[in-house]
């Protein structure tokens, strides 16, 4: 099993530019979260998906970002436009829903510079 | 106030030393507790996972519950410099089996 995927590892771009990062989750699982990891906030939840459905986004940090999961094996969160407190690193983890023992996979992470 | 606290460190200890690290919790809806380590430039990966109160063993590795405190432990014996990493912990009420509430990590160092 190749774990969960995500892309680009690394993005450096300039404030106000659009970001697209990616996921593939691990086939078989049907949650999908979006992490944010920094040194001041340490990880904090953005949004997690349940079969594809966006069930809580409460962490989403303002308009400027959006998820989308258009399919079971793939899900973008997207920042436009961005801005240099964006900069950190992006996990993306997937599970199997509901199951009291549940464990969540991560990704490698993206680990994003804006500019 | 967060809902999970737990010390950045970073902790430094040498090889062989017994390590403890720390969380505290303000929820006392939590009954499920877990332990990731995170190498760095990694995702984190799930060490122990525990339920509601009590002791959990795994090789070199017990996580400890306290309920009572909002406290929850995890301890490393015959710590190896490949244990060095960050450490996460993590906890979940009965009711949300998704939404995971993680402390801000505990970055250690064993030093050869």
């Known amino acids: 099993d190749a774990g969960v995927i995500q892309s680009p590892r690394h993005e450096v771009t300039e404030m106000g530019q659009e970001v697209t990062l990616r996921c593939k989750p691990i086939?078989?699982?049907?949650?999908l979260f979006w992490y944010r990891q920094t040194m001041m906030r340490g990880l904090e939840l953005l949004i997690y998906f349940n079969n594809n459905v966006p069930i809580d986004d409460s962490g989403m940090p303002e308009d400027r970002f959006s998820a989308k999961m258009p399919n079971a094996s793939f899900s973008t969160l997207k920042i436009q436009p961005s801005e240099p407190r964006d900069s950190a690193v992006y996990f993306c983890?997937?599970?199997?829903?509901?199951?009291?023992?549940?464990?969540?996979?991560f990704g490698p992470g993206t680990r994003l510079t804006v500019l | 106030q967060k809902e999970v606290e737990q010390d950045p460190g970073p902790l430094s200890v040498p090889e062989g030393a017994i390590v403890s690290l720390n969380c505290t919790y303000s929820?006392?809806?939590?009954?499920?507790f877990m332990w990731y380590r995170q190498y760095s430039r990694k995702g984190p990966e799930l060490l122990m996972y525990t339920y509601s109160s009590g002791n959990k063993e795994d090789g070199r590795f017990t996580a400890q519950v306290d309920k009572s405190s909002k406290y929850i432990s995890l301890f490393i014996r015959d710590s190896q410099p490949s244990d060095s990493a960050t450490y996460l912990c993590a906890m979940r009420p009965p009711y949300n089996f998704n939404k995971f509430y993680f402390g801000s990590g505990t970055k250690l160092n064993v030093k050869p």
């Open positions: 929820n006392s809806a939590f009954q499920y």
């Open positions: 086939s078989g699982h049907n949650s």
């Open positions: 983890a997937s599970s199997i829903r509901d199951r009291k023992d549940n464990e969540q996979f």
